[in-house]
């Protein structure tokens, strides 16, 4: 179907902008992944994984020219593509990963304490749904740990530095 080769084209711009850090192709892959998305049915989970792969290509733009608006159109987008998956809680957890790092992201970049909350949350959610043994499972948990660890840096609270102690024994 057409909103698969249209985000399988968008992922090979996509990777090749990865290896030689071409913005060009960035911007091709980011229009495939939209054609794929419009083009995906209502309640297909391609319209969702498609929305998935243009906010991450937004994000590495974003980290490429600094342009904030990538960034908060990456946030927007991930949140759309978590309330329209389908399907099954692991795949819920990998958009949930990916708003999760968004907002650590912008944590990073504008220093705002709700960003790291907002990561916090994302990032615990795609954790407690992620079943034990799940490849992914361990990308989850180091990643709320550094977003408790961002907090506990900003807040002091005892509570983030027990909870990522803890994480070490999940």
């Known amino acids: 179907e057409k909103a698969k080769y249209l985000g399988g084209l ?3 711009f996509s990777f090749r902008s990865l290896l030689t850090g071409r ?3 960035i911007g091709e892959a980011i229009s495939l992944h939209h054609q794929g998305a419009v083009v995906a049915p209502e309640g297909h989970p391609l319209k969702a994984w498609n929305r998935r ?3 991450m290509c937004l994000a590495f733009r974003f980290r490429y020219t600094g342009r904030l608006e990538d ?3 990456a946030i927007r987008l991930n949140r759309r593509a978590i309330s329209i998956i389908p399907g099954s809680p692991s795949d819920k957890a990998q958009l949930l990963f990916n708003a999760g790092c968004s907002f650590q992201e ?3 970049h504008l220093g705002q304490l709700e960003d790291i909350e907002k990561s916090i949350t994302f990032l615990r959610q795609a954790f407690s749904m992620t079943p034990i043994g799940h490849p992914s499972k361990i990308r989850y948990i180091h990643s709320l740990r550094d977003s ?3 907090r506990f840096d900003c807040t002091s609270r005892m509570e983030d530095l027990g909870e990522n102690i803890a994480c070490d024994r999940c």
């Open 71 to 73: 960034l908060e159109a």
């Open 53 to 55: 792969d243009i906010a």
């Open 148 to 150: 408790l660890q961002s």
């Open 23 to 25: 913005l060009e192709d």
């Open 106 to 108: 912008r944590f990073g």
């Open 10 to 12: 968008g992922g090979l």
